[in-house]
């Protein structure tokens, strides 16, 4: 068969490719922007890509398009396709269709942690030798690839509540039809596509609604809205973890790289792995609640966890400069802010951070969390906003909420500027965005090594 996919180079998009050509499939594709590096890993797999939607990439016809969820009405290829009755489907619903259908899923859902946990669990069934399929919205550090068809019955999803396309508004996860369930974490989110959390709940409501009777759902004990939402109905087993879960920990480490795992109160084994952060303590209890759901005792998902490696963009080191050390990380809501300078103050003590924040998401550019974007940057002692040009809220309002130094700019080059000249040995800067920041992990890596090579 051959598919052609409009919006190709997108995560999701480019693994259902990915997939796709594994599978047998003759594959091309077109995006708005083809570039590095999600271009060269698909021109590497043999898929043809075209810049842009000229109509003339569908001659010849395909057997089905495959539509992305960032693809409108107006654009020349869907009205093509529309207007000569060519087949066509959400890449959700061809993934279900097509892979999913015959498989166990294992779907991670919620606000925060999908990728990181998502490829937790890839890797604990990985290292069982069950070759699990999995297509994740980053690559897991202990894979080279994002997505793969697999080899076995069971499939990880990372399982986003984001819509499915422009003639499907239902989110993306009520395709996926999962058996073993991590419904992680819920807060508002999405500004663009959801009015307010009620019809994120509705959504997280119908997706448990169609889970079999001898699933499981596994979620965090403390979590209000997840709890509520499982209040609302739910008809398959469940378990919870956090303090006083089914699933705990003891004997943690301040920064949280090291725990005893509980089940039931019963000892399983002991983490020591490269992670940091309250937050990736509760992630992999969640994974491993969810790979002993197919059959991996906990002791060899906590071996496996011992060798797990991060995606990219998880307080990724960029590079160490003279003592300076840089930072990235995908953190674009408030919570995961907080978390992730919660866990980086643990692990450095005192020393000095430098939080560097791009509203890059549709619900931070339109001020939906600025009565509490200021409170999740408080473990950083000095405060660098980067926001757009075009807001339409105050955001200089924010500076009355500062409890530590802050600066608000427009410009990356002028905070590159900035830092270079108030930067000291010793210091951490953070760079949090979900977007590439203008490359500024690269401007400050190249403004300090300047500083560097007149010191010496």
Same mark, same amino acid.
């Given at each position: 068969m051959h598919l052609h996919i409009l919006g190709i180079c997108g995560t999701f998009m480019g693994g259902v490719a990915a997939i796709a050509k594994e599978l047998g499939h003759t594959v091309t594709g077109s995006d708005e922007n083809v570039y590095p590096p999600m271009s060269t890993q698909l021109e590497s797999l043999g898929i043809q890509l075209t810049q842009g939607y000229d109509v003339s990439q569908l001659n010849p016809r395909p057997d089905c398009v495959i539509i992305g969820n960032a693809m409108m009405r107006g654009n020349p290829c869907v009205e093509y396709v529309l207007n000569n009755n060519i087949p066509y489907y959400s890449a959700p619903e061809w993934l279900y269709r097509y892979v999913l259908q015959d498989k166990w899923v294992l779907a991670v859902a919620g606000t925060h942690g999908k990728t990181t946990t998502s490829g937790m669990l890839a890797w604990i069934l990985e290292y069982a030798k069950m070759l699990p399929g999995f297509l994740i919205g980053g690559v897991p550090g202990?894979?080279? $690839?994002?997505?793969?068809?697999? *080899?076995?019955?069971?499939?990880?999803?990372?399982?986003?509540? /984001?819509?499915?396309?422009?003639?499907?508004?239902?989110?993306?996860?009520?395709? /996926?039809?999962?058996?073993?369930?991590?419904?992680?974490?819920?807060?508002?989110?999405?500004?663009?596509? !959801?009015?307010?959390?009620?019809?994120?709940?509705?959504?997280?409501?119908?997706?448990?609604?169609?889970?079999?009777?001898?699933?499981?759902?596994? =979620?965090? @004990?403390?979590?209000?809205?997840?709890?509520? $939402?499982?209040?609302?109905?739910?008809? =398959? #087993?469940?378990?919870? !973890?956090?303090?006083?879960?089914?699933? #705990?920990?003891?004997?943690?480490?301040?920064?949280?790289?090291?725990?005893? $795992?509980?089940?039931? #109160?019963?000892?399983? *084994?002991?983490?020591?792995?490269?992670? @940091? *952060?309250?937050?990736?303590?509760?992630?992999?209890?969640?994974? @491993?609640?969810?790979?002993?759901? $197919? *059959?991996?005792?906990?002791? /060899?998902? @906590?071996?496996?966890?011992?060798?797990?490696?991060?995606?990219?963009?998880?307080?990724?080191?960029?590079g160490v400069i003279n003592g300076i050390t840089i930072y990235d990380d995908f953190a674009h809501h408030p919570t995961a802010i907080a978390y992730t300078l919660s866990a980086l103050r643990n692990k450095i003590g005192k020393q000095k951070i430098i939080a560097i924040l791009e509203f890059g998401s549709y619900t931070m550019r339109h001020g939906v969390h600025k009565d509490t974007i200021m409170q999740s940057l408080s473990e950083a002692d000095e405060i660098i906003l980067k926001t757009p040009q075009d807001e339409s809220w105050d955001v200089d309002a924010l500076l009355k909420q500062a409890s530590k130094p802050t600066l608000i700019f427009t410009d990356t080059d002028k905070i590159v500027a900035h830092v270079k000249q108030h930067v000291k040995t010793g210091d951490h800067i953070l760079v949090m965005s979900n977007k590439g920041f203008d490359g500024i992990h690269g401007k400050l890596i190249s403004s300090l090594n300047k500083i560097h090579e007149n010191m010496t």
């Open positions: 202990n894979f080279t $690839v994002s997505a793969r068809a697999g *080899g076995s019955p069971f499939f990880v999803i990372e399982a986003d509540e /984001y819509d499915t396309a422009f003639f499907d508004k239902r989110s993306k996860f009520l395709h /996926y039809r999962p058996r073993t369930l991590i419904f992680n974490n819920l807060e508002f989110d999405h500004a663009d596509i !959801f009015d307010d959390l009620a019809q994120i709940k509705k959504q997280f409501h119908h997706l448990i609604r169609a889970m079999p009777e001898n699933g499981l759902i596994i =979620s965090p @004990i403390d979590d209000v809205n997840t709890q509520d $939402v499982l209040a609302s109905g739910c008809w =398959s #087993d469940t378990q919870t !973890f956090g303090d006083k879960g089914l699933w #705990d920990c003891k004997d943690v480490t301040q920064d949280s790289s090291g725990f005893t $795992v509980l089940f039931d #109160d019963k000892e399983q *084994g002991r983490v020591e792995w490269q992670l @940091i *952060g309250e937050h990736n303590r509760l992630n992999a209890l969640a994974a @491993i609640a969810a790979a002993r759901h $197919v *059959g991996v005792e906990p002791r /060899y998902a @906590i071996e496996a966890l011992n060798q797990f490696v991060n995606a990219k963009r998880r307080l990724e080191v960029k």
